[in-house]
């Protein structure tokens, strides 16, 4: 069974950035620091961030890489705890009426974002771009090219822990269901070790 009170990492994987030399140092990473204060706040303010879901149990998984639609920054599961018993394994979930929430964070090159965004709608219900709350009026300027696509739009504010929702799509049914029950196989392998 896992945890729901912890924030999980995907791991297993080559991840990308490794590609790049850090000529023995361990780079900063502003993103990934972003990406976990979010995760975070996030989990601690779900009920009032999603105030008209009956869904209160989730599972949150950090990287999670679904093969061919990019690595998702981070996946947050959730349910009706009445539909499932607390003895449950992670993909019986998808029969319980589980909404899957993927999160692109970036801190410049909200385009690039948004584009990465997009493929995790092959697998999740809602995809979500989080940029810095700082960019929010630069990037709203852009709100069309969101709706279009179907793409949520966020701010976050690490310091304050304020989260700001500027767009947030409707959950729709994932394009194909065999990318939604990898990324349930990754959680589940994720959340089991």
């Known amino acids: 069974m896992a945890d729901t009170a912890q924030i999980y990492v995907c791991g297993g994987f080559h991840h ?3 590609n790049f030399s ?5 780079r900063k990473e502003p993103e990934a620091d972003f990406a976990k204060s979010f995760a975070c706040t996030y989990k601690r303010k779900f009920q009032r961030v999603h105030t008209c879901s009956t869904n209160q149990e989730t599972l949150f998984v950090r990287e999670v890489p679904v093969s061919g639609n990019g690595i998702a920054d981070l996946l947050v599961l959730n349910w009706r705890s009445d539909l499932i018993s607390k003895e449950y394994s992670p993909l019986d979930i998808k029969q319980a009426g589980t909404t899957i929430r993927a999160f692109e964070f970036k801190l410049s090159n909200w385009r690039g974002g948004l584009m990465q965004a ?8 809602v995809a979500i771009l989080v940029i810095p709350r700082k960019k929010i009026k630069t990037v709203a300027e852009h709100i ?7 793409i949520g739009l966020w701010g976050f504010e690490p310091e304050t822990q304020i ?8 959950p729709k049914q994932q394009r194909i269901t065999k990318y939604r029950i990898k990324a349930l196989e990754l959680v589940a392998q994720t959340t089991s070790s």
């Open 118 to 125: 997009h493929r995790y709608k092959y697998f999740s219900h």
């Open 22 to 26: 850090t000529s023995g140092n361990r």
């Open 163 to 170: 989260i700001t929702k500027i767009y947030t799509p409707r």
């Open 144 to 150: 069309g090219m969101f709706q279009t696509l179907g």
């Open 16 to 18: 990308p950035q490794r």
